[in-house]
């Protein structure tokens, strides 16, 4: 089996593609033949040495693939060798196969091709686990979204307005914006050219956004407590604006705000906060929305999995709207 490792942190050219032990499923896990992967934000610090695999998860990259079943582990009742599935990993999809408990298997929906559907797994179940799980998202509220454009920012965009509320974006480009409001943004904010705050204070007659879907951490930690409304959420999901920034208190109290930071790829598997939970409510419930049309992955190109250095180029270069997908 060939994989994507990185023996030494570095640039995307310490990706290789080598041959590595092919996977055997323990009890309760299957084996996947990976048909496609997806490039995350994670996979990119990972790579620079910044963001290690939870304990006894693969070093191999990718959070999410689709693929077919070849293998099942004991006690697998649920999945049949020559299933179509996408699944959530916790590392392992830049591969030509992976093992991955089978609570973390997704069908493909209805409506949707085997490779495309690896853009899902992972934004799918942040995303709703963030504005549905933890944040309770109504449709009457306001839902801003920093990072538009990017994988989680498409999905959560469409998730928003599918859900009946008002959903506000930040974004790099007035092209960016103009591809935000096709996919049913309200509100559209040049972060360069605007302050968020203002326009969304403005365009919400100045009660600010109910929930806050935050890829940036720090650097707009003090901003974002200003745009929150009273009874606000800020969900952080994402640190690409620094870890570490001074929080004032005194501007919460007035509007009961809260502030929560909740990643994905440590949970464990069981248990109320567990993954399984997860996977299953978006199975149960935002795959409808799938396959009846509401909400549709974004793709922005498809690669060669070999050639998964291009891919990280690319996003680090910018300019990427969607996912990128890594096909074998």
């Known amino acids: 089996m060939r994989a994507i490792?990185?023996?030494?942190?570095?640039?995307?050219?310490?990706l290789e593609w080598v041959e590595q032990p092919a996977p055997r499923p323990a009890p309760g896990e299957v084996v996947i033949d990976v048909v496609a992967s997806a490039v995350n934000r994670a996979d990119l610090i990972q790579r620079q040495g910044f963001y290690d695999p939870p304990p006894g998860a693969t070093p191999v990259l990718g959070l999410e693939c689709s693929g077919v079943i070849s293998a099942l582990g004991e006690n697998v009742t649920d999945w049949h060798i020559g299933d179509e599935v996408c699944a959530l990993l916790a590392g392992g999809g830049y591969a030509e196969q992976v093992a991955v408990p089978a609570e973390q298997v997704l069908p493909v929906p209805?409506?949707?091709?085997l490779v495309t559907s690896a853009a899902l797994p992972e934004v799918a179940c942040t995303v709703w686990s963030n504005v549905v799980g933890a944040a309770r998202l109504t449709a009457d509220e306001v839902l801003l979204v920093h990072g538009g454009g990017s994988g989680i920012g498409t999905f959560a965009i469409q998730l928003g307005k599918a859900l009946g509320a008002t959903v506000a974006v930040t974004a790099g480009s007035a092209d960016r914006l103009a591809r935000c409001r096709e996919l049913g943004a309200d509100i559209t904010v040049d972060y360069r050219l605007e302050d968020f705050v203002a326009e969304v204070r403005t365009a919400t007659e100045g009660r600010g956004a109910d929930v806050i879907l935050d890829n940036m951490g720090a650097k707009y930690l003090s901003r974002n407590v200003e745009v929150l409304a009273e009874d606000g959420r800020l969900m952080i999901i994402g640190m690409q604006g620094g870890r570490t920034a001074e929080l004032n208190i005194g501007a919460l109290l007035p509007k009961r705000a809260s502030i929560s930071?909740?990643?994905l790829r440590g949970r464990p598997i069981a248990g109320p906060s567990g993954k399984a939970v997860i996977v299953a409510e978006v199975i149960e419930k935002l795959w409808p929305m799938i396959e009846d049309g509401r909400i549709r992955p974004v793709v922005h190109d498809r690669i060669p999995l070999a050639e998964a250095a291009r891919a990280h180029e690319q996003l680090e270069v910018g300019g990427v709207f969607g996912k990128l997908l890594l096909v074998r």
């Open 110 to 113: 209805a409506g949707v091709d």
């Open 5 to 14: 490792i990185v023996r030494e942190p570095g640039g995307p050219e310490a």
């Open 261 to 263: 930071a909740i990643g």
